[in-house]
């Protein structure tokens, strides 16, 4: 476990490190002038701070017999239905987006900050590699198909409430692109990117099964009475993902 140990430290220190870089670079251009919070309107914002929360959290399940007996799922679960779509998400979409147009993303002086290259692969090169890193390391269990889709929509209705909100205030869309697009072609433009955030998944989740990850196979339970099967001191060891339960 140390090596996971190391890896999730290391992350969390240094994605903490580019949370203060990028407030001392941007805190006079926030959507809303002087609102911080106004930053989550930028999916790579949202993002970062996930990032951190996940390593952090990796670090105190490395750390803790606990979380790791009760919380196993829940890590998994986290890192395959949610932190990894979401990183890969926000990496294929910007850089794709990007490359043909970076005026489609950013304003100029978004350009500026982006030009420095370290702060821009942090937040949007790394977290991707990070994630197929973790995957390497944990073997996660593979997450189901409808509890990820249900996280994933939710996760996008409420950002786009957040995003028309900030719209509603400012009348300006996060990014450039959004402020170009007629309503309709908007709205497949939003299609299109949510489409990506769900592929991200089967993606990742392909990652995951060459990594080593497992289906989730529920625990079957077996009553048995020791007047008639004996005890569990001299009976055989149940087979794979039975659990014997004796009154």
Not at 128 to 157: C, E, N, P, Y
């Amino acid at each position: 476990m140390i090596i996971q140990f190391i890896f999730h430290l290391a992350l969390t220190l240094w994605y903490g490190y580019i949370v203060v870089y990028d407030y001392e670079m941007t805190k006079d251009f926030m959507p809303i002038k002087g609102n911080y919070l106004s930053k989550f309107v930028w999916l790579t914002h949202i993002d970062l701070f996930v990032q951190i929360m996940y390593h952090f959290f990796a670090i105190l399940y490395v750390c803790s017999s606990n979380l790791k007996k009760n919380f196993k799922g829940t890590f998994d679960f986290l890192a395959t239905a949610f932190v990894f779509p979401l990183a890969a998400a926000v990496v294929i979409l910007f850089w794709s987006l990007y490359i043909a147009d970076p005026d489609s993303l950013a304003d100029p002086q978004a350009q500026k900050i982006l030009s420095v290259a370290f702060f821009n692969h942090t937040i949007h090169t790394l977290p991707l590699i990070a994630m197929i890193v973790d995957f390497f390391l944990w073997k996660h269990t593979r997450a189901k198909k409808g509890s990820t889709l249900q996280i994933l929509f939710t996760f996008a209705v409420l950002y786009l409430v957040g995003m028309y909100y900030v719209y509603g205030i400012t009348g300006k869309f996060p990014y450039p692109i959004l402020d170009t697009l007629e309503p309709v072609f908007r709205i497949l433009f939003i299609l299109v990117c949510l489409s990506v955030l769900f592929a991200c998944f089967i993606l990742g989740d392909i990652i995951n099964v060459i990594a080593g990850g497992e289906k989730d196979t529920p625990t079957k339970f077996i009553r048995q009475g020791p007047s008639v099967y004996g005890t569990l001191e001299n009976d055989p060891t149940p087979p794979r993902n039975y659990r014997v339960i004796t009154p």
